[in-house]
């Protein structure tokens, strides 16, 4: 199986500032039809994944646009570009490019 | 509203079973590849199973293989996990999840709690 790997585990910021999270498969998620399958999920506490960012890069409907996802190959980023309090949570990369595989996940919390 | 409700989690004994359901409303349940997906308390996410528009494909992670079996009936929009000889591995929150393709999961349900203990 692909294994994704994120960094960092816990990311403490400061609201107004800007976070970033690193996501690594250890394998090409380039899709033999040329796509790439990589999508970002959020999940605040007590609550259900919701998700932000679709093939690398498209963000959801309704998803605000401090959030952008970018990347290609093996290596992905989810870049938020001024931290707000509804951010708080925990933040997945997943690929399906391959079997659907996610990444152990990134606390954001308030320093 | 376009949703996905989850029902039937439930404390259950190794080697018992249960059966899991997803409602789904608001959208074309038909049109759509399903999946269900499970976290640990305070852990990660993994995908357990996915099952196409029709049911005709379905497919299990390992370590459920020849003991949880996915289905759906278009005709009442509706998702089920039939969950046999349950471990105490399988203790998690199961969600399901529509997946538009490729395992992007656009619309989660609230989740299901099973406890599988003595």
């Known amino acids: 199986d692909v294994v994704m790997t994120q960094s960092p585990l816990s990311l403490p910021v400061t609201l107004g500032q800007p976070a970033s999270i690193s996501c690594r498969s250890s394998q090409s998620l380039v899709h033999s039809n040329g796509n790439t399958y990589l999508t970002w999920f959020q999940q605040r506490p007590g609550q259900s994944p919701r998700r932000l960012i679709y093939q690398v890069s498209n963000r959801d409907s309704g998803v605000p646009d401090r959030f952008s996802g970018s990347g290609s190959g093996t290596d992905f980023t989810l870049k938020i570009s001024r931290v707000e309090a509804e951010d708080i949570g925990v933040y997945y990369c997943m690929q399906g490019t391959h079997w659907p595989t996610f990444g152990g996940g990134t606390k954001v919390e308030i320093k | 509203e376009v949703q996905l409700v989850e029902s039937g989690g439930n404390l259950v004994q190794p080697g018992g079973s249960l059966r899991l359901s997803c409602a789904a409303s608001?959208?074309?349940?038909?049109?759509?590849?399903m999946t269900w997906v499970r976290q640990v308390s305070g852990k990660g996410l993994e995908f357990v199973a996915n099952i196409n528009q029709d049911g005709t494909t379905k497919n299990y992670v390992e370590s459920v293989k020849g003991r949880f079996t996915i289905s759906r009936d278009n005709a009442k929009n509706s998702l089920y996990l039939q969950m046999n000889s349950l471990r105490g591995e399988d203790t998690a929150v199961y969600y399901c999840?529509?997946?538009?393709?490729?395992?992007?999961?656009?619309?989660w349900g609230q989740g299901t709690l099973v406890i599988v203990s003595p």
């Open positions: 608001g959208f074309t349940f038909s049109g759509y590849w």
């Open positions: 999840a529509r997946d538009p393709s490729s395992s992007a999961f656009d619309l």
